[in-house]
């Protein structure tokens, strides 16, 4: 099964070259070694927030495959939706699943459910595919798509993931898709960010799960991120750091509506 792009042409260039050359603009020419356990990473158009993913991605050592836990934004489908097997075209190629660890992820994770169609229409974990693929050609990825759910089924899956690939061989790196606050002011935006980074920073899921409840944050991929930090604590991660912040602001120069994009890594 080859899982076709859905937001080429919208989120970031359809032609293959028009999209090289945005990469070129977007991310760092030096590289980084930082060996990460998982990343946070935002998932507006290119134009908005790419230069902020590609910082973060160009500044991590990236193993070959990869788990991008991402929002459903489109409601189809089931609440914790794998993609199994397969390809997932780009304008750069085809990017394949890694088949022997999603089916080992199945064995560990009972929540997983194999469902390419919620899968079809969303954005939030195509739009990290193409920066994965310019910066390690050879990578492989395991795409789980994320609905609704309770905070305990949410602290399940990150746990029984982070179980999952403390038996794996391989090295893999989770990266949780998502997008700050929406569409109010600037300076509100930025305040609510700070707490709901602060949490991430503090490498507490529930209190990031709380966070955003309480104060309202509109954190679209508060589960992704949860997940992750949970997968990671597993894993025995130990630290996180904010590598950029900025919002649509600082691109479009419009600051009475804006979203905050945050790029975080966990060692």
Excluded at 20 to 37: K, W
Excluded at 100 to 113: D, G, I, K
Excluded at 154 to 174: P, R
Excluded at 241 to 265: F, K, P, Q, T, W
Aim: with cysteine.
């Amino acid at each position: 099964m080859v899982r076709q792009p859905a937001v080429a042409g919208a989120f970031y260039p359809q032609d293959k070259g028009e999209l090289i050359a945005q990469l070129e603009r977007i991310v760092p020419q030096q590289r980084g070694t930082r060996n990460c356990l998982g990343l946070i990473s935002p998932h507006a158009g290119y134009v908005y927030s790419g230069a902020i993913a590609g910082h973060l991605f160009a500044e991590v050592r990236l193993p070959r495959q990869v788990v991008i836990l991402g929002p459903n934004h489109q409601g189809l489908g089931s609440d914790i939706a794998l993609f199994a097997e397969g390809f997932w075209q780009t304008p750069l190629g085809q990017v394949p699943v890694a088949a022997e660890l999603a089916a080992h992820l199945v064995h560990f994770c009972p929540q997983l459910q194999i469902d390419p169609a919620a899968h079809r229409f969303e954005h939030s974990i195509e739009v990290q595919v193409p920066l994965l693929q310019y910066l390690q050609p050879d990578v492989q990825i395991v795409p789980i798509c994320l609905g609704s759910g309770t905070l305990d089924t949410w602290l399940e899956l990150g746990t029984a993931l982070g179980s999952a690939l403390n038996e794996w061989a391989e090295d893999v790196l989770i990266v949780a898709s998502s997008d700050m606050n929406h569409f109010l002011s600037a300076e509100e935006t930025e305040r609510r960010d700070r707490l709901a980074i602060d949490a991430v920073l503090a490498l507490d899921p529930v209190l990031l799960w709380q966070t955003v409840r309480e104060h309202r944050i509109s954190m679209c991929g508060v589960i992704p991120a949860l997940v992750m930090l949970q997968a990671v604590l597993q894993r025995g991660a130990s630290q996180c750091e904010l590598v950029h912040y900025g919002h649509s602001g600082d691109v479009n120069g419009d600051m009475s509506r804006v979203v905050g994009y945050a790029a975080l890594a966990v060692s």
